[in-house]
């Protein structure tokens, strides 16, 4: 068996959708494991565009196996009109299968999550979409998972244990009229009803390829630098989103995955609130921004725009064991004079060279850079391979390579599958 992990490096939007999508052809089944429609992945076949928020990227080979894993969380009506949507453009879903652990995001949940986030002296930038809540009832073992979704007596029983308490939190915190049992129930069974042929025992399927010799990709969300416990707390996500969030989000044993394939911008980006060192609010930020298209697939919130930030991608490479990377969007920096990458950062008189834990120090942390020539003239966006590339941008990615120790194994230079070449083999 080959398997590939494919984690955002960065805090999420790095282009892993379409570099899941790449790899894709070579695979046979292709596994979400965390995260929810708080995530976009956005992949380019010809003119057509296509934005998945829950299914894998892989759908759109109808041959792969596609897989959303036990430690995704699911709203349910907005997995019904991703499908649907797939549908009406010719795409087949049948080999979609769902997980029955995976939990669900109900109705309150989405209520919750704005409520909490309104309620916040510092924002923490949460898309709203009930995710956080989700997770935060996975945890407290109040959750509502597929399997009990699909099975209505089971999830009316489900309910009457849980909403007493949810409307309790409110009406009395939040000052808001709750939901009735009924309501709920009136809600979710239609789209329990069409969900449930989906549905089943996904980690059997996943060991199963295994023991097969089946190639595999493991789909993560989000980036590195949002992961619960690895990231820029609290200004992070709700689960794992580095490597180790395959093993528990999928169902495999970790003895069983081999590469981790780290997905990094040529510069940075965020959305949200917290700590970014790089980020550049002036002209050259907007310049990077309308050029990368930086606008939330999910949110369509614009994006923070900064400076490749190298301690934090080398931060991300120890933290996932990377294997390799991918560069995404070097065409944004075509026809720079100069490009710029952050080596360490000076904090209160002195230069760290690793990213401190703590946010608030990030956040007060002054970006020491490296300025490298650019290359103004030249474009990236025709390269087939790495020689075709300016000499100046072949500098770039080898003084990265040397920065992080890990090799690029992959560039894209543009949005559409061929404008990606492969340095090495991955899967």
Not at 236 to 260: C, D, E, F, R
């Amino acid at each position: 068996m080959s398997s590939v992990i494919i984690v955002g490096a960065q805090w999420g939007d790095e282009g892993k959708g379409k570099i899941t999508d790449l790899l894709a052809r070579d695979a046979d089944m292709v596994v979400r494991y965390q995260g929810g429609n708080n995530a976009g992945h956005t992949v380019v076949v010809g003119s057509d565009t296509f934005k998945l928020h829950l299914i894998p990227s892989g759908i759109l080979y109808a041959d792969k196996q596609c897989i959303i894993g036990n430690g995704v969380v699911i709203d349910p009506e907005v997995l019904l009109a991703e499908l649907d949507s797939l549908r009406a453009r010719g795409i087949s879903v049948d080999n979609l299968r769902i997980s029955e652990r995976a939990h669900v995001i109900m109705p309150y949940h989405r209520v919750l999550d704005q409520l909490e986030e309104a309620s916040r002296e510092a924002k923490i930038g949460t898309t709203g979409r009930g995710i956080g809540p989700c997770y935060v009832d996975k945890v407290a073992r109040t959750g509502i998972r597929i399997g009990e979704l699909v099975e209505p007596e089971l999830l009316k029983s489900r309910l009457q244990e849980i909403l007493p308490a949810k409307n309790r939190l409110l009406r009395g915190v939040y000052q808001h009229e709750g939901f009735a049992l009924e309501h709920i129930l009136n809600t979710c069974l239609p789209l329990a009803e069409r969900l449930k042929p989906l549905v089943g025992d996904t980690t059997a399927l996943v060991n199963q390829a295994v023991a097969q010799g089946a190639k595999i990709i493991f789909e993560g969300a989000q980036g590195t630098l949002l992961d619960i416990d690895h990231g820029t707390y609290p200004f992070v996500t709700s689960s794992s989103a580095s490597s180790g969030g395959a093993a528990i989000g999928a169902g495999v044993p970790v003895t069983k995955l081999n590469n981790v394939l780290g997905v990094a911008k040529a510069y940075c980006t965020r959305v949200g609130e917290g700590p970014f060192p790089t980020e550049l609010k002036d002209a050259l930020g907007e310049r990077i921004r309308e050029r990368g298209r930086e606008f939330g697939t999910t949110t369509g919130r614009p994006r923070r725009c900064g400076w490749l930030d190298a301690v934090a991608l080398k931060y991300s490479t120890e933290v996932n064991g990377l294997t390799g990377l991918a560069l995404t969007l070097l065409d944004v920096l075509d026809g720079f004079e100069t490009v710029k990458i952050c080596v360490g950062y000076k904090y209160k008189g002195k230069v760290l060279e690793r990213m401190p834990a703590q946010a608030h120090v990030l956040g007060e942390c002054i970006p020491v850079y490296r300025e490298l020539p650019g290359w103004p003239e030249g474009s990236t966006r025709q390269a087939s391979c790495f020689d075709d590339l300016p000499v100046q941008a072949q500098d770039y990615i080898k003084f990265i390579e040397d920065f992080t120790g890990v090799p690029i194994v992959l560039v894209s230079v543009g949005p559409a599958r061929n404008q990606t070449f492969q340095r090495a083999p991955i899967l």
